[in-house]
Nanobody, 127 residues
Framework: QVQLVESGGGLVQAGDSLRLACVYS?????????MAWYRQAPGKEREFVAA????????EYADSVKGRFSTSRDNAKNTVYLQMNSLKSADTAVYYC???????????????????WGQGTQVTVSS
């Protein structure tokens, strides 16, 4: 069974930075999974934030975070990261890590492509 555990959320001020981490555990090798970050703000639908291909050589970003957020993976640590800079109040949400076996980054823009989800970590940005 696949387990994804996010960490790194918290309360920060606008303009600050945070780094989220998502640790994978499961029977298959981590480097076979495309990984994505989604977020859900109160009263809104879950939306795509960023993704990194199973190979690590391709990333995708939502327009709202492009240039501010970056995602990367460390296959030796079974971990994917989301570095968030220049945070805005609009970034306040629960952030979820998702995984899909052998998925390219572009495919992970579609929520239905995500097979496994973490429990989420709260990010609150005060203005």
């Amino acid at each position: 069974q696949v387990q994804l555990v996010e960490s790194g959320g918290g309360l920060v001020q606008a303009g600050d930075s945070l780094r989220l981490a998502c640790v994978y555990s499961g029977a298959n090798s981590f480097n076979r999974y495309g990984m994505a970050w989604y977020r859900q703000a109160p009263g809104k639908e879950r939306e795509f934030v960023a993704a990194v291909a199973w190979s690590g050589d391709r990333t995708e970003y939502a327009d709202s975070v492009k240039g501010r957020f970056s995602t990367s993976r460390d296959n030796a640590k079974n971990t994917v990261y989301l570095q968030m800079n220049s945070l805005k109040s609009a970034d306040t949400a629960v952030y979820y890590c998702g995984a899909s076996l052998s998925a390219p980054a572009q495919a992970l823009r579609i929520m239905d492509a995500i097979v496994y989800w973490g429990q989420g970590t709260q990010v609150t940005v005060s203005s």
